[in-house]
């Protein structure tokens, strides 16, 4: 059975298509990348996953639950991390966590048991019993992604997670994706991060103005954009277009940094 399911999505904002008959799948057990410029449906596809936003039409599943009449069942299987935290900034994570628990009926021994190995992992402890409004951007982003995996779901959907973290924490984070998928678990996650992308996840699928344009392996990605040994950043940009952009652009910068 597939991880997620998603089959010819469709969401406009007034007169913008934000995605456009999206269809992919994500398989059990993988690292998927769902990668593209700002603005390209991410977060929408994302949020219509979650059963946060209703599609015009078509339909999006996960584990076989569907995202618009069973979003309960969604987050019951799923870990969210989305990219705009909202988190209770006047509560200590300690106290979010001991919440998300008691809401989620988790039996307090077994949570206490990963908050402590996650709090270790992750160096948190100094952060633990702070005010959330206090904590910089990458230690909000450490709490979020506790708080989203205390309930040990099946699937980690991950909203840009890399922006904010540091050197140590990127790589922790990267170690946790890994570890999530080698437990049996799966993993959707959204990335500008060509590097990361390349490095972790074992399909992409590359949207441009809410179209899939491209998906698979980075050999599969290769074979159709003609380019042998290519990365995925250069693939990419010729993907969504931007090559021709980009040298302009690059061109035009140094003429102006000359002067
Ligand atoms: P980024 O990489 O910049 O986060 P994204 O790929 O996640 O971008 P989305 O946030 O899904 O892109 O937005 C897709 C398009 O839909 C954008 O043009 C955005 O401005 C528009 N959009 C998103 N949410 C709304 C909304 N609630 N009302 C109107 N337009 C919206």
């Not at 449906?41 to 059963?51: A, E």
């Not at 569907?66 to 969604?74: L, M």
């Not at 441009?208 to 954009?225: I, P, Q």
């Amino acid at each position: 059975m597939s991880a997620v399911k998603i089959q010819n999505l469709v969401k406009t904002f007034g007169d913008l298509v934000a995605v456009n008959e999206l269809t992919l799948d994500v398989r059990e057990g993988e690292i998927y990348g769902l990668l593209g410029p700002n603005g390209a449906g991410k977060t929408t596809t994302i949020r219509m996953l979650m059963g946060l936003l209703d599609p015009d039409s078509g339909h999006a599943s996960v584990f076989g639950l569907d995202s618009t009449n069973d979003p309960v069942g969604v987050k019951r299987l799923v870990g969210y991390v989305p990219e705009e935290q909202q988190l209770y900034d006047s509560l200590t994570p300690r106290e979010l966590f001991d919440f998300i628990a008691s809401i989620r009926q988790l039996a307090q021994e077994k949570v206490n048991k990963r908050i402590k190995e996650f709090v270790k992992a992750l160096d948190f402890g100094k952060y633990y019993d702070k005010m959330i409004v206090t904590l910089s951007q990458g230690n909000k982003q450490k709490t979020m992604l506790i708080a989203a995996l205390l309930h040990a779901p099946k699937l980690l959907i991950l909203d840009e997670p890399f922006s904010g973290l540091d050197v140590r924490s990127a790589k922790i984070m990267k170690d946790i994706v890994r570890i999530h998928t080698q437990n049996g678990g799966s993993v959707l996650l959204s990335t500008h991060v060509m590097e990361i992308a390349q490095g972790l996840c074992d399909r992409v699928g590359i949207i441009d103005e809410g179209v899939l344009v491209a998906e698979g392996t980075l050999e599969e990605l290769r074979v159709k954009a003609h380019k042998d040994g290519a990365t995925l950043e250069s693939l990419f940009l010729k993907l969504t277009k931007q090559e021709d952009e980009v040298a302009e652009g690059v061109s035009v910068l140094r003429e102006a940094l000359v002067e």
